[in-house]
């Protein structure tokens, strides 16, 4: 059973910095493209960064561009999001989700990311 | 940036009844679309891929359609459990895109 457990959320101050990790189970993680969707709250679907298995390649959208850094440890089958220079619409929950010729086929629980002085 | 945009915003229907989901984009993306159902406080659920492909244990009643920039969810005779919301999801070219999004609710 495909399981995605993301950890690392809480309460942030505008330009701080946080850090987002998700643990994988029940597949071969290094064999998948994995990636970070948000959601503010009430609001839609945001595509926020993925990163191919062996890591040699990264995308990012252009509202996190240069702020957010994605990563993973093949090792410890943990993806991660390393998120800096937070602003008040960075609030949102995050989620953790496993890519299947980029379309999205399991999804974390998510975690509440929020900026807020 | 490829934009998507869904219609209506808001969709109501009876159960039973059909409900028919619009998603365009602003660029031809071939085949490269999908479609999830995100049921309030749940996470989102991969219905549809490569336009019409179902996903694994997604029932008949839904179907997609459509190529380039104009696609299609079908619900063929909704189910108390359907209604929900719709986001269409390009995956052709980077940075991967949604679409606002549909809420299908009780008529």
């Known amino acids: 059973e495909v399981q995605l457990l993301e950890s690392g959320g809480g309460l942030v101050q505008p330009g701080g910095s946080l850090r987002l990790s998700c643990a994988a189970s029940?597949?071969?993680?290094?064999?998948?493209?994995m990636h970070w969707v948000r959601q503010a709250p009430g609001k839609g679907l945001e595509w926020v960064s993925g990163?191919?298995?062996?890591?040699?390649?990264?995308y990012y959208a252009d509202s996190v561009k240069g702020r957010f850094t994605i990563s993973r440890d093949n090792s410890k089958n943990t993806l991660h999001l390393q998120m800096n220079s937070l602003r008040a619409e960075d609030t949102a929950v995050y989620y953790c989700?496993?890519?299947?010729?980029?379309?999205?086929?399991?999804w974390g629980q998510g975690i509440l990311v929020t900026v807020s002085s | 940036e490829m934009v998507m945009t869904q219609s209506p915003v808001t969709l109501s229907v009876s159960p039973g009844e059909r409900a028919t989901l619009s998603c365009r984009a602003s660029?031809?993306?071939?085949?490269?679309l999908a479609w999830y159902q995100q049921k309030p406080g749940q996470t989102p659920r991969l219905l549809i891929y490569?336009?019409?492909i179902r996903a694994t244990g997604i029932p008949a009643r839904f179907s997609g359609s459509g190529s380039g920039t104009e696609f299609t969810l079908t619900i063929s005779s909704l189910q108390s459990e359907d209604f929900a919301v719709y986001y269409c999801?390009?995956?052709?070219?980077?940075?991967?895109?949604f679409g606002g999004g549909t809420k299908v609710e009780i008529k």
């Open positions: 029940g597949f071969t993680f290094t064999s998948y493209t």
């Open positions: 990163i191919s298995g062996s890591s040699d390649s990264t």
């Open positions: 989700a496993k890519g299947s010729d980029l379309t999205f086929d399991y």
């Open positions: 999801h390009q995956y052709n070219i980077w940075p991967l895109t």
């Open positions: 660029q031809s993306l071939g085949i490269n």
């Open positions: 490569g336009a019409s």
